[in-house]
Nanobody, 119 residues
Framework: VQLQASGGGSVQAGGSLRLSCAAS??????MGWFRQRPGKEREFVAS????????DYADIAKGRFTISRDYAEKTMYLQMNSLKAEDAAIYYC???????????????WGQGTLVTVSS
């Protein structure tokens, strides 16, 4: 399975971005977004069960980020609103079979997409 992430960019604090992650095939149970800030470990942001669409969010994402997926298009999205300076990171999409989807349990990783937030 290959994952292709896109949608990162530069935005001012309070702004929005929408990340996308396209999968080459549907050989997984769950997909998720993770991020890695400079000097920090990769952390969970949100996940979505591929079949049923159940979503889960880290506290950092609740109320501001929305994860969704287009089953037919094999694409996952992350709508990020009210972005803060501390949201600046490289965002990675991942997919696997374990629920919850922790970084160490991801089977397939996409390349990162950089999000910068200026205050």
């Amino acid at each position: 399975v290959q994952l292709q992430a896109s949608g990162g960019g530069s935005v001012q604090a309070g702004g929005s971005l929408r990340l996308s992650c396209a999968a080459s095939e549907r050989k997984f149970s769950i997909m998720g977004w993770f991020r890695q800030r400079p000097g920090k470990e990769r952390e969970f942001v949100a996940s979505i069960a591929w079949s049923g669409g159940q979503s889960d969010y880290a506290d950092i994402a609740k109320g501001r980020f929305t994860i969704s997926r287009d089953y037919a298009e094999k694409t996952m999205y992350l709508q990020m609103n009210s972005l803060k300076a501390e949201d600046a990171a490289i965002y990675y999409c991942g997919a696997g079979y374990s629920i919850p989807l922790k970084p160490e349990l991801v089977n397939y990783w996409g390349q990162g997409t950089l999000v910068t937030v200026s205050s």
